[in-house]
């Protein structure tokens, strides 16, 4: 098992920045990929962003490319995602999730955190 806890979530005004980090424990030798998903209220779970093991590997979806950033640290089995330029329409319950593949699909994920509110004002 591997247990995923998210932090950095807040209220932020438009144009501003915030940073999330999700600290991994358990079996991390086990994971592959760590993403980050979002969900607004009365939608579905989406995609934001992916990290390969070694970092090398990268991919966003086409509306956060050039604003958000995920970097991870294998030592200290930790994932973070830097949102610049933040706008209303980020506004979501932000997931960490970690799984064996380098994918966008959330099904392809094995192990999800609590989620940690994000609020982007107007």
């Known amino acids: 098992q591997v247990q995923l806890v998210e932090s950095g979530g807040g209220l932020e005004q438009a144009g501003g920045s915030l940073r999330l980090s999700c600290e991994a424990s358990?079996?991390?030798?086990?994971?592959?990929?760590l993403g980050w998903f979002r969900q607004a209220p009365g939608k579905d779970r989406e995609f934001v962003a992916v990290?390969?093991?070694?970092?090398?590997?990268?991919h966003y979806t086409d509306s956060v490319r050039g604003r958000f950033t995920i970097s991870r640290d294998n030592a200290k089995n930790t994932v973070t995602l830097q949102m610049n330029n933040l706008k209303p329409e980020d506004t979501a319950v932000y997931y960490c999730?970690?799984?064996?593949?380098?994918?966008?699909?959330?099904?392809?994920?094995?192990?999800w955190g609590r989620g940690t509110q994000v609020t982007v004002s107007s």
């Open positions: 990290i390969s093991r070694r970092g090398g590997g990268t």
């Open positions: 999730a970690a799984g064996p593949l380098f994918s966008a699909v959330p099904k392809s994920y094995d192990y």
């Open positions: 358990g079996r991390t030798f086990s994971v592959n990929a």
